[in-house]
């Protein structure tokens, strides 16, 4: 705590968050209290154990009024406005589509940014985001501005149950009902449209939205058709959720067995793909022999789009400000340390979104991060690695440490919320996660290959086919050994 | 506790001191919002007309079935075209309830 104030004050200030999520605190109380803080903190400036007092209770207090504030919805948000009684009459709203939209066989749906809406015949100023669903395969995209007319819901028990199996939640019941009920308010999503079939959709425009997420967006479109161009479905599909984050390829045995063995976090885009991306845009920036400050500077946007192409999950904003502040720390000729920049992304999130403190994704980032940061170089030294003289025995060794460290840190997380505890993971582990590397660098490499040489990309393709062949085969195999993984009581 | 540099303790103030303002500017502005009413959209919007309509847009108003779908079609290729929504009640199978559940849904160009 001494050498890493911030990672204190991190700490400190997602306590504020969590006990605001508990005590229903009124705002104005608490805010003069936190301005009684701030000017405490101020006097004591030169006094460090009255200063550092005073400080902690500031940021303890701005995490509880973070978590107020974004809980309070204004009076023209598209919540407000959702009737608890039935109506006949549909609601019409104006709006944008905020992400990149969902499209099955039978239904379609995303996220749509609410501007206007008509309620008792009159045109209202509306706000915040609603989860839409349209029957049938629609040709939409971000940014698309719609008028959308159909009924509007509070998150309610059906639509959890169809949505919370969709979504693969593990753990049965009621749950996993109130869990996607929470999942979608920690997303800000407070309500859900079906829109009206047959004419629900009148389209007004399609210049709304971020223009760098709109660029990310299309870049992904155009990897995902390579990719399902190139290489057999399940193999696309794999890919597609390694490379671009798109899970919903994926089949569900595939998933369960990656589950098993605790390598899911393979499937989805995290910080270890960050890190892929980042390293080969080093690497061809390297090549190039561009000079090391414009390499950060190039590299960033890149990582930036990356972030922005993969939906920006919590992972992957996080590893994409760690990789920032890294490479800043690089920039200037800091000395760059681990706990600061986990804890300037931790902060960055939660400044934004107070609410993401309470998202699995979220906890099992950062959690296997620093349980990498912190245990890892303690049971290093207390195993005495770095005197073993083989070189590949102690390689192997160092991965596997990595891989019980970040197990050990996320076990209760994944006991409590999956209910499974794996045995096999740090094994898993250390033969799935080099296989998981290849897999993502073929398919980068196929993707930009494609572009090139079609003749040349079909070894690329090939290659892909056989290591995901791979991925199955040792997952199978492990899944099966005895005692490989266990479910807990209380497992749906 | 922790040591920090008299320039980070600055730094630190400030960016807490700009934190708490926004938080409270941003808090006030929501509390004391009230929606803003507008002009109303068009009242049309969302209607399906009646001489454009496929038999897939028909299908999707609520009360209408197959046959009664093929009947709107018949009819309207009998006659041409719709001149106003209350020739519904001519088709065989729309009654004057019925009439009066389906013609918020439809419209006439």
């Not at chain 1, 009737?83 to 039978?106: F, L």
């Not at chain 1, 389209?203 to 660029?215: C, I, M, P, Q, Y």
């Not at chain 1, 789009?305 to 920006?312: D, I, R, V």
Request: net charge positive.
């Amino acid at each position: 705590m001494k050498k890493h104030p911030l990672a204190w004050l991190t700490f400190i200030f997602s306590f504020g968050i969590f006990i605001a999520s508990w005590i229903r605190a009124p705002f104005y109380p608490l805010y003069f209290l936190a301005i009684a803080a701030l000017i405490s903190t101020a006097l004591f400036f030169k006094r460090s154990p009255c200063f550092n007092l005073s400080l902690s209770c500031l940021v303890f207090l701005l995490g509880a009024l973070n978590l107020i504030t974004c809980d309070t919805l204004p009076g023209y948000h598209i919540a407000k406005y959702v009737n608890y009684y039935r109506s006949d009459t549909p609601y019409i709203i104006k709006g944008y589509i905020n992400n990149q939209p969902q499209a099955g066989s039978s239904r379609s749906s995303f996220i749509f940014k609410a501007e206007e809406i008509q309620a008792a015949n009159l045109r209202k100023k509306a706000c915040g985001n609603m989860l839409v669903y349209v029957k049938g395969k629609q040709n939409l995209s971000y940014a698309d501005e719609l008028i959308l007319i159909g009924n509007l819901y509070r998150p309610f028990t059906p639509l959890e149950k169809s949505a919370s199996l969709q979504k693969g939640f593990l753990t049965g019941g009621n749950k996993a009902l109130k869990s996607y009920r929470n999942y979608l308010y920690n997303q800000g999503i407070y309500a859900v449209m079906y829109v009206k079939p047959g004419c629900g959709i009148v389209r007004v425009g399609r210049n709304r939205g971020f223009a760098l997420k709109k660029l990310a967006l299309g870049l992904k479109k155009k990897i995902e058709n390579i990719i399902f161009k190139q290489v057999s479905y399940l193999c696309a599909g794999v890919l597609d959720a390694m490379l671009l984050g798109e899970k919903r390829y994926v089949p569900a045995y595939i998933n369960k067995l990656m589950l098993q063995t605790g390598t899911v976090h393979i499937l989805v885009v995290s910080g270890f793909n960050v890190g892929i991306v980042a390293f080969i845009v080093f690497l061809i920036l390297k090549i190039l022999r561009v000079p090391r400050k414009a390499r950060i500077i190039i590299s960033l946007p890149l990582l930036a789009l990356y972030c922005l192409a993969t939906g920006a999950s919590n992972p992957v904003l996080r590893a994409t400000l760690m990789a920032a502040v890294l490479s800043l720390a690089y920039f200037f000729r800091r000395e760059p340390d681990m706990y600061h920049s986990l804890a300037i992304a931790a902060l960055v999130i939660l400044s934004l979104s107070p609410r993401q403190l309470f998202d699995i994704g979220f906890q099992l980032s950062f959690v296997s991060v620093l349980s990498i940061v912190y245990l890892y170089p303690k049971i290093k030294t207390l195993t005495r690695l770095d005197g073993l003289k083989i070189r590949w025995i102690r390689l192997i060794l160092d991965n596997c440490l990595v891989s019980l460290s970040a197990w050990l840190g996320t076990l209760g997380f994944i006991a409590y919320y999956f209910k499974i505890f794996s045995p096999v993971t740090v094994l898993a582990n250390l033969l799935i996660v080099p296989l998981a590397t290849l897999i993502t660098l073929c398919g980068f490499a196929l993707a930009f290959i494609s572009l090139l040489s079609q003749p040349l990309a079909q070894f690329f393709a090939a290659a892909a086919e056989l290591l995901v062949a791979l991925l199955f085969l040792i997952n199978t195999f492990l899944a099966k050994l005895p005692f490989a993984c266990i479910y807990l009581a209380g497992r749906g | 506790m922790f040591e920090l540099t008299r320039q980070e303790k600055q730094v630190i103030l400030f960016l807490v001191a700009t934190a708490l303002a926004g938080i409270g500017i941003d808090f006030s502005v929501k509390r004391f919002s009230t929606a803003q009413s507008m002009a109303a959209f068009n009242e049309n919007l969302g209607k399906i007309d009646l001489n454009s309509a496929d038999k897939d847009l028909l299908l999707s108003v609520s009360g209408i079935g197959e046959k009664l779908c093929q009947r709107i079609i018949s009819y309207r290729q009998e006659k041409g075209r719709f001149l106003e929504q209350a020739e519904l009640k001519n088709i065989k199978g729309i009654t004057a309830s019925k009439y009066e559940k389906i013609k918020g849904s439809f419209i006439v160009r």
